[in-house]
């Protein structure tokens, strides 16, 4: 009988959790760990672990066979290039305290694509052998350039069988003709909306009349787009947030019910006025009490709730091959199934390697449309980009659900060898999977109900969480 | 219920023949399609190269682009495709080398080798028809029904078989052939009971089959296949269901489907009805149990011929329609049933006095 | 004070490696081993705590050099490398 590796770390309370590399898991005492570690396992311990998927008998058994694929489940392969982030200006009509995109004033020249960069985009997309294409408008203000918007679209619905845009906005002052451009079945729109409208002024539109500006455009295009198309993200500043209840009941107020808590990113002009530093565990016990109150909510609530992240963390644990958020992949291999082109033409592999180097850190770029994509740099990195067999990852009983983001620490830290306790990217996620474990072992009614939703079934099943006795 | 034999004036054979019936001539007719030339009420007369073909249908659904199966001596041919179906099984043999406690076809020791009849009717099948393959057990002739299968699958890309076996006939050799058939070609639907190796055993009524089941999966699972995992339940493995989801989860994530089957009255399954039958419908909570345990952890699961007011609310969206048309039927209460469109009913065979406690009208 | 720990002899071999890890993860630390005894300076408050934590990391070095052939076979099983 071999035992798979064990990865594990200890608990509030003195038992410890264990996991293994495919993502099953269990909680145990020190007795077993002392057991395991000097190898003296008994007929307990051993019938224990074989029936929850840890052990096998022979290499290649129906045992070893599932945890295989189980793990192979977990490792994100990239497919075709079928999602593609357009900047085509820096221009915006909002001045947002912690924009990280390195912005320029709405009548600034110099800043957006000129004819020959979207030609060249075009061509660029024309040589793509997807069939299928999402394409999400940033900017700057993506509305300000509705002339290239309109463009790419009407080209990518000629070529490909199936395509998504997205259209990042403020909703600020969408003119009639962008409206019309928004109500295409086809087309999503993704805007922000900052917990609240104190909040929202406060951080974006800073006078009351550009606030109700906003409101007023939010609403209509909730109700003339539908709460499918819409989505709304809040972003939110540690160290001073909205309360959780506040954010709760304004977005389920417009049915949205799906909250996506964006912490104020360091990056860009947000390093300028914002401190980064000790930044996790400030966001941890935020967001943690905000799950808390979603369960509370869920509760009584006739339509529930969720936080969008959470619950993507949530099933990575349950479940394998959920590889779906760009931002937590094992391995995080970029510049593959996606790529941003810059105001400038330049290739980027993700928005924030865009910033970091707009700042001038590092110099991420893949080439430009004009001369080509070029990899070299990038495969550089991505070699580096899975923790299967970092140090730290591969101690770590959350290592199967977690990913890495090497352009994440390049940013904040300028290096991509730090130990992996000293990073957000590691706290950040600890603190979640902290948080979604001890709901999973926990017996409480109300967070089993809200499990269940956010896990998709009628009712959770608690013995998911198994304990060796 | 629909006759899947159908009545015909005998035809000096030798071998059997399969027909398709047509109604009228087309530009696509082969050796093998009989055009309709006369109706006299049930009585239709079609022309076979040449030949007179007689039938006998009361079918109010008509009989064109059906493909029958004549057999020397023998005045009703066999229904292998009914065109306006979407249930159709080729029995492809009547030996098993298990005894099911609840099988509804006890085998038996002749084996008629039709496999090459089976090719031909696949063949002429309607577009993209799901055609199913049951026994006794198919792969007691692996090689002819592999050789089926492939010359099936290079002939006709958009026909997909379904075909129920134990799972314990295949070799290591195997995966390449099933690859090459095509892992989207063949959803293997294979019974597990339990995970105790001696009830299950117990259950089919072979020693043994466990441990080679075991072997099978591993290797369906090599080969990348499509499984839907079938679970009767009954009383004998009611309190193994919640092992058998933590088994299905830890070995088996590759699977397409847990399907959690309600017991068929019929066969053994009859005889053995009452140490058998768990009335699901006042004793759900295994089943429940062991959806929100897999469910949870990203399987899909379906529950089979359960009438949907025998399953909790919350739990009927995993109850699609499942009992074949041929052998379906309702209950008096059903028809006040607003849910009767989306309920797969009963089996014809059904006996409410001895079933469900704790069903009625939704 | 001097925490002193004394490593049974199936863990000894674990230990040189252990001590690299349980130095960049508590820098500052002073800590010394020769073989089969380990010896760190510590706060008396945190004694229990950095003992637990020292005989994690030994653990968790054996386990991981005992297990990286069947990592690396699992590994290649999946990847055809």
Redesign the interface.
Known sequence: M?V?????R?LPVGDLLFAD?AG?FFQADQEF?HR????DLTDVDITFLE???HAFHE?????Y?????????R?YTPGDLDYVILVPTLRCDLACGYCQVSRVNENTPGFDWTDETLKAVIRFLDGLTTKMIKVEFQGGEPLLRLDVLQEVRDFCRTRFDKCEFVVCTNLQDPSDDAWEFLEHDDVFVSTSFDADPGTHEAQRTITAAKTQQFLGNFRRALERLGTDKVSALPTINPHNPPPARSIIDHYASLNLRSIYLRPINHQGFARKKYDARGSASTWNAYYSAFIDHLVDYNWIAEQTVEEYYFVHCL?RV?????NGHADLRNPSIVGSGYVVIDHDGKFYPTDEARMISRVGQFDLAMGDVFTGISRSKIDELNQEASN?FH?DC??CPYQPFCGIDLIDDLSRYGRIDL?K?LTDFCQKHTGIFDKIFSMIYSSDPKVRKSL?IW???????G??GKRLQ | MIGLRIQIDPLPLVEPMVVRLRDCASSELTEHDAILIDRQGNRLEYDFNGFSLVVHSDQPEGLDCDVVMAVPGQTSAHRLIRATSPHNTFLVTEQCDQLCVMCSQPPKKHHADLFAQFATAAILAPERSVIGISGGEPLLHKEKLFQMLENVARLRPDVTFHVLSNGQHFEKDDVKRLIDIGTDKILWGIPLYS?DPETHDRIVGKDGAFRSL??G??IL??AGASVELRTVVLQQNRDHL??LA??V??????INVWALMQLERIGYGRMNWTTSFLDTSSDFEPI??A???T?????SVALYNFPLCSVPK??RQYAPSTISDWKRKYLGFCARCDARSACGGFFEWYSHDQGFSGLGPL | MSLNLTI?E??QEYVPDAVV?FR??NPGLDIVCDGSAVAMSVVPERAAELEQEFM?CV??Q???VE?LP??K???A??TGL
């Open positions: 071999t798979m590796p064990l990865k594990f200890k590399d099953g760990l395991y570690a000097l190898g029936a929850n998927g290499l290649g058994d129906l045992s066979a599932g945890f295989e694929y189980r793990f192979a489940s490792l099933r349950l479940r394998s091959g959920h299967n140090p591969v101690h130990p306790h269940a896990s998709g079934v009628p009712n959770f099943d013995s998911i | 995970t075991e072997r999966l591993g699972m090599q919640g092992a933590d088994f989860f830890t070995r088996l994530s590759f429940s149990t959806i929100n345990g469910v949870a952890r990203g399987i919350e739990y | 049974p199936k863990l890890r960049y993860l994690f653990y968790r054996k386990i991981y297990t069947l990592r076979t699992l590994l099983g999946v």
